[in-house]
DNA sequence: ATCATAGGCCAC
DNA sequence: AAACGTGGCCTATGAT
């Protein structure tokens, strides 16, 4: 029989129903996502990967791209949407451009300045990281920047009890240290996963070693940045004040679901199992369904407040159902929104600095004198394209404006200025 | 045809 | 036993 690759339905038949592997993750028991694959000892997972990684690339970017460039100037033209997400970022559709492969070297060569001319692509170095810094106000943090530190580095030390030096990924003489690159790697990861809500065991899973040792690290980055569990906290509690959050800058998230009630009851058909209207001497029923009594609630929170375990919580809601009482569980939406708290003040932040720039680098004299024009904007970076013989000049005002942007803060911004032929190109001398 | 959703995957 | 945040676009699939 013939089956579609495309198709992941399919593939999941062909391999888990006629080849009959053990699927690897058993809380996804027909997924074929990449991870999964991997874990698949089988050439047809290998294949279908293979496969995955080809058309992806050449149906988003390689056919669609030259079907939408404008015919006389052969530009792109993509929107970007101001409140596109909730955060403050902007996001990018028809196409997107702030999804473009950075890693590949046939797709990057797509992009080109216009003749006689270079683009300039600016990107802030550790921006989430250094704007978390300000924000939690952690000295240890804070004083790793302001001395020029790279961060990473710092907590990789602080992690495995090693100096600096050993958890860098190159020595003072220039040499590789593929342990420290890796102690680096680990840091990275842990303090990135702890600003986005990850928890412990999905970290252990990314860093390839046990629960108990990811555990270990990460109770050392809280106990030795202590500004940052903190900063999480007051986050936190924020949101579940007032409904919303705030980014350095003042923007505002709604985080509606922080003052949900873990636990919602209504009667089913709105009214008691029990009840009987004719000895009811109470009207409530002309105002509506009537109210689970506090008492009733609270016994059921006991029960449910004593178990972790999601079966025996269906057990209780089940039983709850049968005594005619409906039980709404918020647990879920009040952790993606306790997840969602620490992400945003950070990424808005960094949303509200990018945007700044922008203002600044847009209502900038010097740089329209230098024939300078902002094209792109991914996150943390900008990309603009100038004359060539300008290129130096229009390099040190560009990256000196981001800067200028959050100039105020405790910690300072860096950007790293790269100035290409193609986007991601080669890096272009510049001389005079 | 157009729309909505799911699974998957690209970026920061 | 545990979803890591923010997006958009691809194909498949089933409904209108
Ligand atoms: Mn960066
Ligand atoms: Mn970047």
């Known amino acids: ?19 009959g592997i053990e699927p690897p993750d058993k809380s996804k028991p027909r997924g074929t996502g990449e991870e999964i694959l991997q874990k698949i000892d089988h050439p047809m997972a290998e294949i279908i990967l293979e496969y995955r990684g080809i058309t992806k690339l050449l149906s988003t970017y390689i056919e669609k791209m030259p079907t939408i460039t404008n015919p006389k100037t052969y530009r792109i033209h993509t929107s970007f949407n101001q409140m596109g997400a909730d955060t403050g970022r902007f996001s990018s559709s028809d196409p997107n451009m702030q999804n473009i492969p950075s890693h590949n070297d046939e797709i990057r060569k797509m992009f080109r300045a216009s003749e006689g001319h270079v683009l300039l692509s600016s990107d802030y170095s550790a921006q989430e990281p250094r704007l978390t810094a300000h924000m939690s106000g952690d000295e240890k943090m804070i004083a790793a920047y302001k001395a020029g530190k790279d961060l990473y580095v710092e907590i990789a030390s602080i992690a495995y009890n090693l100096p600096y030096d050993e958890c860098k990924e190159f020595r003072e003489d220039g040499t590789r240290n593929p342990d420290g690159k890796e102690r680096r790697n680990a840091a990275k990861a842990i303090v990135l996963g702890v600003c986005y809500g990850k928890g412990v065991p999905a970290i252990a899973e990314d860093l390839g070693v046990p629960r108990k040792k990811a555990q270990e690290i990460y109770d050392k980055v809280m106990v030795s940045f202590p500004g940052l569990k903190q900063f999480m906290e007051d986050s936190e509690n924020m949101a579940r004040d007032y409904g919303f959050v705030t980014t350095v800058w003042g923007r505002k998230r709604r985080l509606p679901n922080m003052q949900l009630e ?171």
């Not at 029989?1 to 080849?19: C, F, G, K, M, T």
């Not at 089940?318 to 993606?336: C, H, S």
């Not at 394209?385 to 860096?414: G, I, Q, T, W, Y």
Request: aromatic share 8%; hydrophobic share 35%.
């Open 262 to 432: 873990p636990y919602e009851f209504t009667y089913i058909g709105g009214v008691p199992k029990d009840f009987d209207p004719l000895f009811d001497d109470e009207d409530e029923f002309d105002d509506g369904p009537l109210e689970v009594d506090e008492a009733t609630k609270q016994r059921y929170i006991n029960v449910l407040n004593r178990t972790y375990s999601r079966k025996e919580k269906e057990v209780i809601k089940a039983k709850a159902k049968n005594e005619g009482i409906l039980i709404k569980d918020n647990g879920g939406y009040i952790a993606e929104a306790t997840r969602q708290c620490v992400n945003s003040r950070i990424q808005g932040s960094a949303a509200d600095q990018t945007k700044l720039a922008m203002i600044l680098i847009g209502n900038d004299k010097k740089l329209k004198e230098l024939g300078f024009r902002l094209l792109l904007t991914v996150h943390d970076e900008l990309i603009g394209e100038c004359p060539k013989k300008n290129a130096k000049e229009v390099a040190e005002r560009f990256a000196h404006l981001m800067v200028e942007a959050a100039k105020d803060l405790s910690v300072p911004s860096k950007c790293d200025v790269e100035v290409t032929e193609c986007w991601y190109g080669e890096p272009l001398q510049l001389d005079e």
């Open 1 to 19: 029989y013939p089956i579609n690759i495309s198709s992941p339905a399919q593939i999941a038949i062909l391999l888990y129903d006629v080849l």
